[in-house]
């Protein structure tokens, strides 16, 4: 029974010395092969774990608390405001390409990631969601559009409000008789990034008014207003006193048409002329040459920039929710009686804002920015002068023009700035004559 005493004690040391030894197998074990992997890792770094499983490798100095790539950047789905982003630094023009000839019109359709730019000779060409100019055009009408003198040819686009389900987009050009021309057109069906040629369905073709003696002020730009409805600027045709008060013409006016609502088109029933007293198309009358506008969904408003005669450069901010403004030209331009000597500027819609000559020759009409990327610019209206080649912005709030600012010292000068555009996020673009397409964006 000794024996039987004496066996527990040694049987006891020797369990634990195994236990201990293993232990001892197990840590080192362990030891070498965390530390094998961690030289695998590579001298740039070593591993942290982080939730979920996964690892990261960061730079050296760099603790877990401090992991790169989530300063600055929002939270998908989360409002972006200023107060979540770093502080703005510096605004700058970032070039996306120079190979665009004489840009006219910067757009995309609802809810599409690409950006479509149209060049005045008579072709659409596209930038991927990645802002990379594509080799194949969207479409080339090259062989329709007439583009003299520096003002004719492809001048307007717009994407159906439901493009994504209909693929119908809508074009202004002037065709090889100098005629305007406002056609509706289809992507392929089986290519989302071609369109034929072969799908025009015009809408709309004028000839240049009779008094009309230059090749100049076809305006041309297109838009939908969030009601849905077509909006047309065309030009005077240049040197023709009678176009612009006549309500009766869409020469020197802007229009809006219902494209879904008959053949070839339907008039609105909200139009002001709808019931006499004008052409049943227009919706304000009085412009020039109105080159650029654009309808900001947010306030309800179209800003509608008029190039002038002799001296004064105008933007005039209107409600589109009613109409049959008169808008002066050629009884005023701008501030001040032009046609008419002592004309009564109350009979006339007054400009938000206006320059002359001696700041400029030609306005450039813009957009108010919507974009989520310079929070800090919500609201604001762009636009340019493309002799002087600056760019300014107000905003309009309460009927009056607010927060003048002139950006050229930021901004520099990319060159004439023939459009601006906006894509479908709402951040801002601009194309120059000299070929450049740019997006504004923020140093942070
Ligand atoms: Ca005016």
């Known amino acids: 029974m000794s024996a039987r005493h004496r066996q527990p004690a040694p049987n006891a040391q020797s369990r634990l010395r195994a236990l201990i030894i293993a232990l001892v197998a197990i840590f080192l074990i362990t030891f070498f092969f ?53 502080e703005l630094q510096e605004l700058r023009l970032e070039s996306l390409t120079g190979d665009v000839r004489q840009p006219t019109a910067i757009t995309a359709p609802v ?17 991927d969601a990645n802002r990379e100019l594509q080799e ?17 040819g492809m001048l307007g686009l717009a994407f159906h409000p439901d493009y994504a389900n209909n693929g119908r ?82 020469f020197g006016a802007i229009s809006r048409i219902d494209v ?26 009085g412009l020039r040459n109105p080159w650029r506008f654009s309808i900001d969904p947010v306030d309800g408003l179209i800003y509608i920039a008029d190039v002038g005669h002799a ?22 331009e701008g501030t001040r009686c032009f046609h008419v000597q002592d004309c009564d500027l109350a009979n006339y819609t007054s400009p938000a804002i206006t320059y002359t000559h001696e700041e400029g020759c030609s306005v450039t009409g813009g957009y108010v920015y919507r974009g989520a990327a310079i929070p800090e610019l919500n609201g604001t209206y762009f636009y340019s002068d493309w002799c002087s080649q600056w760019i300014r912005s107000f905003k ?18 990319l060159g004439q700035v023939n459009t601006f555009g906006i894509d479908s996020a709402g951040e801002l673009y601009l194309g120059t004559h000299e070929g450049i397409v740019a997006r504004l964006v923020a140093d942070r």
Do not use: C, K
């Open 169 to 250: 987009f809508y074009i202004y050009y002037t065709d090889q008789g100098g005629r305007r021309q406002v056609s509706e057109f289809q992507v392929s069906v089986s290519d989302p990034n071609i369109a034929s040629p072969d799908t025009e369905r015009v809408l709309i073709e004028l000839e240049q008014p009779p008094d009309a003696t230059d090749i100049r002020h076809y305006a041309g730009q297109l838009a939908f207003g969030p009601e849905g409805y077509l909006w047309i600027a065309m030009g005077d045709g240049a040197d023709s006193r009678d176009q612009g008060q006549d309500p009766n013409t869409m």
């Open 260 to 285: 879904d609502g008959g053949d070839p088109y339907g008039i609105p029933p909200e139009n002001p002329f709808v019931d006499g007293g004008g052409a049943g198309e227009v919706w304000a009358y």
């Open 311 to 332: 001296d004064q450069e105008e933007v005039n901010v209107l409600p589109i929710a009613e109409g049959g403004f008169n808008l002066g030209w050629s009884d005023v």
């Open 111 to 127: 809810g599409d990631d690409r950006l479509f730019v149209v060049e005045r000779f008579g072709v659409i060409l596209m930038l």
């Open 136 to 152: 194949t055009p969207f479409l080339d009408l090259t062989d329709r559009v007439l583009a003299g003198g520096i003002e004719q």
């Open 34 to 86: 965390l530390r094998g992997s961690g030289e695998g890792s590579g001298p740039e770094g070593t591993e942290a774990p982080v939730a979920g499983g996964t690892t990261t490798t960061l730079a050296p100095g760099v603790t877990a608390t401090t992991v790169p790539g989530t300063g600055g950047t929002t939270v998908p789905g989360a409002s972006t405001t200023a107060a979540n982003l770093p």
């Open 396 to 413: 309009f709030a309460g009927g009056a023009v607010t927060e003048e600012q002139d950006w050229s010292e930021q901004l520099g000068e």
